[in-house]
């Protein structure tokens, strides 16, 4: 909802929703290069060892992401705020 009190509409309670589902929903697939997704956009993606890299630190991102719920950092923040005070 755009505007003044505009925002996002939740489909489901905030501990069902993950971080991993807000940042796809936001920015796309987690990855740190095109050919973690889709190796066949380069033909030594078999043979890479940095690709094979890129696919740990993407796994890794996504696993994170999955331990965290919207509620949870909701939570964290406003207990952040209240050390700020």
């Not at 925002?7 to 309670?13: A, E, F, H, T």
């Not at 993606?45 to 509620?71: F, G, Q, Y």
């Amino acid at each position: 909802m755009r505007g003044i009190g505009g925002g996002y509409k939740l489909s489901r309670p905030p501990e069902e929703i993950t971080a991993h589902e807000i940042v796809e929903a936001l920015m796309g697939k987690i990855e740190v290069v095109d050919c973690v997704s889709a190796p066949e956009l380069c033909e030594l993606s078999k043979k890479c060892a940095a690709r094979e890299v890129w696919v740990e630190i993407s796994e890794a991102v996504s696993r994170l992401l999955k331990e965290k719920t919207l509620k949870e950092l909701a939570d964290r923040q406003k207990e952040l705020l209240k050390e700020v005070k």
